[in-house]
Each structure stands twice: as C-alpha cells, then as structure tokens.
C-alpha cells in the first residue's frame, strides 16, 4: 500500500526538465522582444515622413541593389528642412549614416556617410511641404528585398524624434 501511495507523491523529473526548459525559451524571448521591438515600431511616434520606396534596379531595369529610397511628407504640415536630421536602420541596426540636414543645398554628399546623393522637391527651398517628395540614393547594395528598413527623423534644435517609419525594401 505504502509504495503506490509514493509514486503519486513523487514528482517527475522529465516534467521538471520540461517546464524548466518551457520558462526559459519564454524568458529569452521576452528579452529579445524588449531590446528588438523599439526600432520596429512605436505606436507615440507617429510616421510623419514616409518611405514610399526602396529601388533595387538601376536606370535601366537591371539589378544591382540601387538602394534608392523615396520619402514623403505625409503630414499636414511643412517642415523647415534644413532643421531636419535623418538616420537610417536596416533589420533594426543603426546603418551609421546620418543625414545631417535634409535640405539639398546644404547637403555634401560623401562615402564616408553610404549616401551618393539627395534631391526631390522637398529638399529645395526651405520647406518640406506636404505631398513632396525626397529622394536619397544610398550606397548601392545597403539595401536588399526584404530588408526591414526603418527612417527617423529628428528636429535639430529639440534633438527629438519627430517621425519614424518602417518599410519592407
């Protein structure tokens, strides 16, 4: 009698192991949510400047990963471009080229930053009016299809985020 009534007391190690295991794997992956999720999306920072494309084809229709993006003002409002600073992430790491300013005229292209060129209607003037559009020729080959690219913007004189926007290239 004794020895039945100690098999239901007992306690299994292959459920221990089990569970063990279970509570881990949920760990891990609440902690990579945590340090992952802010780059995908965060729902106080509205998308003000949108990437409306990611160009992998050159000119001509050739591929050669063109990197060239596209962004508009989806706002209602117009922004001063040259108070305006851009950075840049591919699948949540920072690509460390910093658009200093978003105003054309005031933007030096250079290898050092991944960026060939910048241009589109709403780098001219000192405006970035809604509807208008600016064009950033990336380094050709920063972005591949499928990439999760994701555009901050900045105020310079706040250096706060005023805008993000994630896009699948």
Known sequence: MQSSRRNHDAA?????????LA?????AVLVL????????????IPAIFKITNIRHTNEHGALNYDSYMVV??????????????????RNGINLDCRIETLNGHDFIPTHHFKIQ????????????????????????????????VTFDVYDNS????????????
Do not use: C, V
Request: aromatic share 12%.
């Open 33 to 44: 949510l945590m340090f992952h999720l802010p780059y995908l999306y965060d729902s106080s």
């Open 72 to 89: 508009m003002n989806t706002g209602t409002t117009g922004y001063r471009n040259a108070n305006l600073y851009a950075m840049t992430y």
């Open 117 to 148: 060129t910048m241009g589109g209607p709403g780098s001219r003037g000192t405006i970035w009016n809604p509807i208008e559009l600016i064009f950033i020729d990336f380094k050709d080959g920063t972005f591949h299809p499928g990439d999760l």
């Open 12 to 20: 299994s190690p292959a459920l221990g192991i089990l569970l063990m």
């Open 158 to 169: 706040t250096k706060q985020i005023i805008s993000r926007h994630t896009y699948t290239a």
């Open 23 to 27: 509570i881990t794997l949920i760990l």
